[in-house]
């Protein structure tokens, strides 16, 4: 079909962006769907590949292994202190693809929209994500858009799907810590979690506590040209920290040794697991990482996290050890020892 | 954070686990039960018995109102969760509860039932002003710390008119546990368990003082230290009841001075008298049926007794015979003796009561501490 | 059981509420249960009800008991403990 005729009809009405909101058309693979593209979706990622309006996104990889990741985006509030479901789709597939050591590319976006879901949001909530992926050096090359009927979707859910190129001589997975290896965290626990928290209702609490929300491959661009030893990268999402650290012991077949007094949380954030009777260790990052590198390296890897925006308060938290039952151990912070279990379910708010 | 971290510094750790050492190097064996569900959880998620010497031991005791909880009081809640119209207000511990027949609230609430997790008595109310056209319940759970906050809801309930709000209660009563304990066979008997000496609950001493505790102390010559919540207090507490029994003194001390007074919260205290009065009969899971142990709303207050608006009657169901609970919760074995624990029975698939809450011991040793089984 | 925590009142909001801070954190509650209470106070909170204040006297007492669980004590044990290991 011809672009520019296409184009011609569609100029007839644009969507009313600031009052109109999204209806059944919209998702029908017809004239409707294309304005949506054309008005929201297209201007927001604002990329050569995506202007070329094909189902799908044609471009050359030069060398080395491919990554690619997925994730789909249900969280709500859709707008947070710190970022939006948009953001967080672009931050959370980047920072996917990026805990391989690959150098992030390309994204996909697929969007299920639930009927009447205005249009000045989601129109936001693209340019939210152009924005992020554009700073995180990616672009949105490709999607999708579906709208369901009232009632069958919360508002709207995002899949977003990414793709890398790992530079050679990197070799990082899950599996391959090592006992004495060094842990190290990128900072603070515990942070987006409690963003969130703080607008669920029945739990409101004031704070200027914001969501990590962040990229992550600039920093681990920086960190594995400086530190190619590294073994294991992992993000701690949902689950926090407990479950990322008991993942990568249950893979590797090792154990840990934490201790509590290096793991950095914020004040607010603590006093809001206190109210609520949650453990930080269990609460949700998304701007935040775990690096597992061989002690000698620990030094080095820890200056260049520091140096870079998102790992100031960078610390080396504590070490791997041959471990046959694979717990995670910590010393907690009078001296006695502990195991960070990963939990069963959500973490529930407790009187008790 | 103020009168928090202070009570959680490691080098004051130290010092107090050096003295604690040193006071009960007297070749005698130091058993301490802590009461409350709360601090159990403090001593396994902060490792303090690892900073205390062998021959003092901790017994975990029943102060956990989720764990004692009888399923059949469970399953009247959820039976009332899945009422048309009924919106169900509950805090969050009893959520993931297992009832009868692998229910809960959770899987209820996933099959329709409108059901609300609330942190405050305050939020039901506000849910049933909302909406007037339902009928809201709150699951009222706790002992004496928990049910003056039901009091209040229900007089706030009734100064605004509200005649959608009703609550489900199962409030019980900390000295009538403690009896139950003391007054156990196991404890009458020669070479039995012995409990030497108890830990007292922090914030339901704030709320009835440190005065109810003295009978127990004089009555059955077992000295209790009140105790504040944070590691440290625990620590000076257990300090405290060494120095008493290596004294042969068994009173009351008060170790939570911050916050606890000998008489209590009078205004607390009155709110509760003046909604509450004693069932004469309450069964407990693990510690079977104790007299005067649990309250019920006045009759002048009937309207917004849930048991007397709706027709639910109570049917007890049976434990599962392996499981140890009521053994553990007298402070009679430990988790590691039971049979079930941490194979069919964990956090993810709890069978008894201990395993049920996160402050059960048995729910806090397999969180915090089991790295200690199997390293034996 | 009985989960409870300190907080400051930073500010009354009504006959019986005010807006309390943990860390940074601030919630509004019930201190309807607590006679005369002041920005600047602490409170016991529990289940968004303010359930005592926490008497600052008393709290400043309890931590200078446990300073006299000092390092006086605890050299003279290391001492007492060298000396028993020491050769004969």
């Known amino acids: 079909m011809n672009v520019a005729s296409r184009n011609a009809r569609l100029a007839a009405r644009r969507l009313d962006l600031a009052e109109g909101r999204v209806d059944l058309t919209h998702g029908a693979g017809g004239r409707a769907m294309q304005q949506l593209i054309e008005e929201v979706f297209r201007p927001a990622f604002d990329n050569p590949l995506l202007a070329r309006g094909d189902d799908q996104a044609a471009f050359d990889i030069s060398s080395g292994r491919m990554v690619m990741s997925t994730d789909s985006f249900v969280v709500s509030p859709l707008f947070f202190p710190g970022g939006d479901i948009g953001s967080l789709a672009v931050h959370g597939t980047v920072n996917d693809v990026a805990m391989s050591g690959a150098r992030a590319l390309y994204l996909s976006a697929g969007f299920v929209i639930e009927e009447g879901f205005p249009l000045a949001e989601l129109a936001q909530i693209a340019r939210s994500m152009g924005e992020a992926a554009r700073a995180a050096g990616v672009a949105v090359v490709t999607g999708d858009t579906k709208v369901v009927e009232r009632g069958k979707a919360d508002r709207l859910f995002i899949n977003t799907a990414g793709i890398g190129v790992v530079p050679a001589g990197i070799e990082i997975s899950g599996d391959r810590a090592r006992p004495r290896d060094a842990i190290l965290l990128s900072g603070s626990m515990g942070d987006h979690g409690v963003a969130i928290m703080a607008h669920r209702a029945g739990l409101e609490f004031e704070t200027t506590v914001v969501s990590d929300s962040a990229a992550l491959n600039g920093l681990v661009a920086d960190m594995v040209a400086a530190v190619p030893t590294i073994r294991v990268l992992r993000d701690p999402t949902r689950g926090g920290l407990a479950a990322t650290l008991n993942e990568i012991c249950h893979q590797s077949n090792v154990g840990m040794q934490l201790d509590e007094a290096a793991i950095p949380v914020k004040p607010e954030v603590l006093g809001a697991c206190e109210l609520l009777g949650l453990d930080p260790l269990n609460v949700a990052n998304e701007g935040k990482l775990v690096a597992i590198v061989p002690a000698e390296d620990a030094e080095r890897l820890l200056a260049v996290l520091r140096r870079h925006p998102l790992g100031r308060d960078a610390m080396v938290v504590g070490e791997v050890v041959a471990d046959p039952a694979r717990f995670v151990r910590m010393a907690t912070r009078i001296g006695g020892e502990r195991i960070v279990d990963w939990l069963a379910g959500e973490q529930l708010p407790r009187i008790c | 954070m103020k009168h928090l971290d202070e ?370 | 059981m009985c989960h409870a925590l300190p907080v400051k009142i930073i500010a009354l909001t009504g006959p019986d509420t005010a807006k309390v801070s943990l860390g940074g954190i601030v919630k509004e509650v019930s201190v309807a249960l607590i006679d005369d209470p002041r920005p600047g106070d602490y409170v016991v909170l529990h289940v968004g009800y303010a359930l005592a204040k926490i008497d600052e006297a008393e709290a400043e007492r309890t931590l200078e008991l446990l300073a006299a669980e000092s390092s006086d004590e605890i050299t003279e044990f290391s001492a007492t403990a060298e000396a028993a290991e020491a050769p004969p």
Request: net charge neutral.
């Open chain 2, 7 to 376: 009570y959680r510094d490691a080098e004051t750790a130290r010092r107090l686990a050096t003295t604690i050492a040193r006071e009960a190097a007297t070749g005698r064996r130091y058993r301490l039960m802590e009461f409350c569900g709360g601090h159990t959880h403090a001593i396994f998620r902060y490792g303090i018995e690892d900073l205390l010497p062998s021959n003092i031991e901790m017994v975990h005791g029943p102060g956990c109102p989720v764990c004692v909880l009888p399923t059949g009081r469970l399953d009247m809640a959820i039976r009332l969760a899945c009422r048309d119209g009924i919106i169900l207000a509950s805090y969050g511990d009893m959520l993931r509860v297992p009832g009868s027949r692998g229910q809960s609230l959770m899987k209820a609430k996933a099959d329709g039932a409108d059901i609300r997790m609330v942190y405050s008595t305050l939020d039901a109310v506000k849910l049933a002003e909302a909406n007037p056209e339902r009928e809201v319940i709150f699951f009222a759970i706790g002992f004496e710390t928990t049910t003056p906050p039901t009091a209040l809801a229900i007089e706030a309930a009734a100064k605004k008119g509200l005649t959608n709000f009703s609550v489900f209660c199962n409030h019980v009563l900390t000295p009538s546990a403690i009896a139950a304990i003391l007054e156990a066979p196991a404890i009458r008997e020669l070479d039995a368990v012995e409990i030497d000496g108890f830990l007292g609950p922090a914030h339901v001493s704030v709320v009835i003082g440190s005065q109810p505790y003295e009978f127990f102390a004089e009555e059955y010559r077992k000295p209790v230290a009140i105790s504040g919540f944070e590691p440290i207090d625990i620590m000076q507490s257990i300090l405290m009841l060494v120095r008493q029994l290596n004294e042969g003194r068994a009173v009351v001390e008060n170790q939570y001075i911050r916050a606890v007074t000998r008489d209590g919260n009078l205004r607390a205290k009155e709110a509760v008298s003046r909604v509450f009065e004693l069932r004469r009969d309450f069964e407990w899971r693990g510690l079977g049926h104790i007299p005067y142990s649990a309250l019920r709303l006045k009759d002048e207050f009937a309207g917004f007794d849930a048991e007397r608006r709706f027709d639910e009657s109570y049917i007890p169901t049976e434990g599962i015979k392996a499981c140890e609970c009521p053994a553990i919760l007298r402070g009679a074995k430990k988790p590691t003796d039971c049979r079930l624990f941490g194979r069919a029975c964990t956090p993810e698939t709890p069978l008894g009561s201990c395993m049920v809450s996160s402050e059960g011991a048995c729910a806090a040793y397999y969180t915090y501490g089991r790295m200690r089984e199997a390293a034996q």
